[in-house]
């Protein structure tokens, strides 16, 4: 009982990353009508982020945490000022393709500064240790992983939810045109809101870093699943997003733990696959949702 | 009339993209030219590998440069006698996938006129590219695929497979740990051919030393979440208890293993690690401490004597990295491959075979190395290796003790029954 106990931890530990993953390009997805194919390089650029703190500039864990999210929302935000926003009035073809190639520039400029050879990278020492309830077992690091997770996605509800900003950021998300009629400065909270997403992928991959291999490719393939998992949620829907998220976390655990190998590579896309017939809209999103 | 042109402009963007996608993609033109020595009147060495996966860090774009290390050397060796001075290396990223591995490899040996193609990772890419290798009567030196399928059912004439295989990592790495009393396994392995062979040759070893293997369990290949915790926690809750986990990823997929084996700390549970295929590139990405003990099979290491250190030297000062047992094996083919065309005076591929089957070497990589005429295994001394802890490493990549150096006949099993050239 305790193995099921603790592959059910594990797998909400694992749905962390794609929970605030997901919660990024839902946001950014919701409010700019954009699909950012980036999502997975931010990530990697956040573990980067979180190499060059330890060991060029000396500081700890702890410091990356608040420093790399900070730096990749600014950089996020002068992204969408300079480019972004230019091509958001056309077919939105054209911002998947140009963040697409954002993507390639960023993989080829990580590999070409720091090769293609994984950086290492320990968890911090006040985490390296493990929790122990009885028979359960669980590395302390990766339960710090679930607790900043769920902190985030519970945070984006709170500010979605209760202030004025969110309450603009969801009526913008659902109606823009109505809500720029009732005299709403949207434009205003499109650039903050993009570099918001991708703080979040910089935080995810801050906090990758001690558990994964810190290479340039490390976001590729991750972003097909976030894209699943969104795909499954909703597209813009955000409490979708972070839901589906953990539960993507927690079932591919347990199909890895229980099932043959086939059943958890596939299940994601065969979730996703079937999502798609019964509710296109996901299985939080509203019929009327764009796209 | 706007909407149709906004349509039309899309439509046109995205085919103009496609279009420079491709072109990137490609590369080379023909070429014209004949000899009476050569077909035409150059030698191409063709690198077919991951540039840019899971596998690009043990071969990879330095691989490449290995190849043409070992050209320049022909080249300084014969001088003016050289069979020719036109003596070039291209490569192609197959992305670890046999399809394209496959279409990269038809458009070597065809379009660009590639006479040897080398190194080609994944085994299930390997086997794809011997088949070609075949069907097209050119040479192929696998270097980094392990399947002892390429020298049992997939052999053939025009395929050699040097280096290392899949046997060869069972019956050394696994025997040793065996009796060394790592008795209760627990294998992990991904997914695909490379895999699965680990599997089965590590299980018969294990088996064959006195040991048991409690359960088998796959990972995802390529793993888009490098996740591998589930299977990882798997271990100490299987009913009859493991001492031993064999982790038979390998590359980048390897370091997340071993990362989240520490952070597991399987270690404190008493479950002891043992990989089945390690690159010094692994090693230096986790650092030592990570892996401090694990004994593994290394069939080169580059400080293991004066002639490695001296080629490591000038490999490092090329690529600034350590050369991976890879590395030094697609410089020996290549170099190998060279002198069979200039001893054979063409580059004719079944002249070359003829001169290259049953030679025995020593050079850079090959210690007590057989070119095997019945398999085309090309066989070799290697070397049981443990991972220094960081107190003991005394220079940068200085990673490895090595505890044991096996002969060519014991690390190597006899030509399997399975081979027809």
């Known amino acids: 009982m305790s193995g099921f106990l603790e592959q059910t931890v594990n797998g909400l530990a694992s749905g962390g990353f794609y929970a605030m993953l997901a919660l990024g390009l839902a ?98 020492v006040e985490l390296a240790g493990a929790v122990r309830v009885g028979s359960f077992v669980y590395p302390a690091y990766r339960l710090f992983v679930f607790g900043v997770a769920a902190a985030c996605s519970l945070l984006a509800w709170w500010a979605l939810a209760r202030t004025r900003v969110g309450v603009v950021v969801r009526a913008a998300t659902e109606r823009p045109e109505l809500t720029r009629a009732l005299g709403v400065n949207v434009a205003r909270w499109v650039t903050p809101v993009f570099g918001f997403g991708i703080a979040l992928a910089g935080l995810a991959g801050v ?85 | 009339m706007r909407v149709h042109l906004g349509r039309r402009l899309r439509v046109a963007t995205t085919l103009g993209v496609a279009a420079a996608l491709l072109a990137a ?70 992305q670890n996938k046999p399809d394209v591995a496959k279409t990269d490899a038809q458009q070597m040996y065809g379009r660009q006129q590639v006479d040897a193609i080398f190194d080609v990772p994944t085994s299930s890419a390997a086997v794809a590219v011997a088949d070609v290798a075949k069907q097209s009567k050119r040479l192929y030196f696998n270097i980094s695929g392990a399947s002892d399928d390429l020298n049992g059912k997939s052999c053939n004439k025009y395929t050699y497979h040097y280096a290392y295989d899949t046997n060869m990592l069972a019956a050394t790495t696994g025997i040793a740990a065996t009796q060394n009393g790592d008795k209760n396994w627990y294998i992990i392995y991904p997914d695909y051919l490379f895999g699965q062979q680990m599997r089965d040759g590590f299980s018969a070893a294990v088996k064959s030393a006195g040991g048991t293997v409690v359960a088998t369990a796959a990972s995802p290949f390529p793993n888009p979440t490098e996740d591998y915790s589930s299977l990882l926690l798997k271990a100490s809750t299987l009913s009859s208890k493991p001492d031993t986990l064999g982790a038979m990823q390998a590359g980048a997929d390897l370091q997340n293993v071993v990362k989240q084996y520490n952070q597991f700390k399987l270690k404190d549970k008493g479950i002891k690690l043992v990989v089945g295929l390690m690159f010094i590139t ?100 290697t070397y049981l290796a443990q991972v220094k802890p960081s107190s003991e490493v005394s220079e940068a990549w200085d990673y490895e003790k090595i505890v044991a150096t096996i002969p060519a006949d014991k690390a190597y099993a006899p030509p399997s029954g399975d081979c027809h050239m």
Request: aromatic share 10%; charged share 10%; net charge negative.
């Open chain 2, 25 to 94: 993609c490609s590369g080379g033109g023909p070429a014209s030219g004949s000899s009476t020595k050569l077909s035409d009147n150059k030698i191409v060495l063709g690198v077919l590998n991951d540039q840019s996966g899971p596998y690009s860090q043990l071969g990879g774009k330095n691989a490449v440069t290995a190849v043409q290390m070992a050209i320049d050397d022909f080249k300084a060796k014969y001088g003016a006698k050289a069979i020719t001075k036109n003596i070039t290396v291209i490569s192609a990223d197959h």
């Open chain 2, 282 to 381: 692994d090693i230096n990405s986790l650092g030592p401490d990570a892996l401090a003990g694990t004994e593994f099979t290394d069939p080169w290491y580059w400080n293991f004597d004066q002639t490695n250190r001296a080629f490591a030297d000038r490999f490092e000062a090329k690529t600034h990295s350590r050369p991976t047992f890879a590395h030094a094996a697609n410089y020996s083919a290549a170099m190998n491959y060279l002198e069979a065309v200039q001893a054979a005076g063409t580059d004719n591929a079944d002249k070359v075979v003829a001169g290259l089957d049953g030679k025995h070497i020593n050079d850079l990589f090959l210690r007590n190395g057989t070119i095997r005429a019945a398999d085309h295994l090309v066989t070799h001394d």
């Open chain 1, 207 to 291: 906090l990758a870093a001690p558990v994964q291999a810190v290479t340039p490719l490390m976001g590729a393939d991750l972003i097909i699943v976030v894209f699943a998992v969104v795909v499954i949620g909703g597209l813009g829907s955000i409490i979708g997003s972070v839901l589906t998220g953990f539960a993507i976390g927690v079932l591919t655990s347990w199909a890895q733990a229980y099932a043959p190998a086939v059943v958890g590579q596939l299940l994601i896309f065969v979730l996703m696959a079937a999502v798609l017939l019964v509710r296109p809209a996901g299985l939080f999103g509203t019929q009327e949702a764009p796209l």
């Open chain 1, 27 to 124: 946001v950014i997805f919701g409010m700019l009508g954009v699909v950012n194919f980036a999502h997975g390089a931010c990530y990697m650029l956040g573990a980067y982020g979180a190499y060059v703190v330890l060991h060029s500039l000396g500081l700890p864990f702890w410091w990356a945490l608040g420093l790399v999210p900070v730096v990749l929302f600014l950089a996020g935000m002068a992204l969408e000022r300079a480019v972004i926003a230019r091509l958001t009035p056309l077919d939105p073809l054209y911002n998947f393709l140009l963040t697409f190639g954002i993507t390639l520039v960023l993989q080829a400029a990580i590999t070409w500064h720091f090769g293609p050879t994984a950086s290492p990278y320990e968890p911090p």
